[in-house]
């Protein structure tokens, strides 16, 4: 897949501190990616270079293959950024907001303020003020304005602080939707690991400025849900087993034999059965479980 973001050894200093030290990551078309990282790791820092709204001190950046800052300006049209708050003037309509920056973006028709109100699901309440909006409409109205230009990328910071858990849903599902249905690339930030649970596809863990890790959602899933550790005297036949009478093929075999088990679809004792029952010695078995914060505090704290 084609990479629509690379950035290598990108560094960011202001006055008084770094807030980028030598981050190097690619996202490619299609990817949801969750910029995850505690207040002042550099997550808005990041946008805002890719945003072009400040410069890097130092490293490279590469977007949409452009290598060249001006190439970069003309590219940015392809892009739509929720950096900060979402920007909507409040004295005006939905509707007017939308209008007013369709034309400052030179969008010809109207047609394209209905589509857009429509897809948020802000289409009904058009003729509400700006100033009157609940939080998660005023997220939606941010992201319609972000949507105008049909944008392959968008860059959002914390789109979802703050919001309830409905509101958390509603925007998941938007996002999840124009990913789905318009392919659209997704960076999104946030300070909490599980607002983007469900939603991200990979994860990039800042913390003070470096990538501590970047791990997509399957294997981060795999690392922190339910899973079982079995260890049995012979983990090459326990395995053979487990893959041919439970057809299960989602496990690991660790370093000291441990067999790892995840995605459980059956009951723990039908593993432990599935090895006495097959002649085969059992030594331990647990069930562990890792939740995603749990994982996350673990990382900042080696980082540190
Ligand atoms: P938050 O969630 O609090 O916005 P963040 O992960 O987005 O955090 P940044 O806003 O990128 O972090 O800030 C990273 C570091 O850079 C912080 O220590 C911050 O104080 C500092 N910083 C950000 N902008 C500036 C600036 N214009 N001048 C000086 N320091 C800055």
Redesign the pocket.
Known sequence: MENIVEVKNLTKS????T?LKQVSLNIKRGEIYGLV??????????LKILAGQIFPTEGELVLFGAHQQREQENQRKRTGVIIEEPGFYPQLSIEGNLEYYRLQKGIPGKAVIEETLKTVGLWEVRKKKGKTLSLGMKQRLGLAIALMGEPELLLL??PINGLDPSGIIEVRNLLKKLNQEKNITIII?S?ILSELEQLATVYGF?GK?TLLEQISAKALHEKCGNYLDIMVSDAEMYTMLLEKQFSHNHYLVLEDGTVRIFDLQQEPEKYSALASENGIGLRAMTLKQNSLEDYYMNLAKEGK
């Open positions: 202001y006055k008084t501190c807030a990282g505690a207040n002042g790791a550099g997550k808005t820092t990041f910071d914390e930030s300070h800042l400025g």
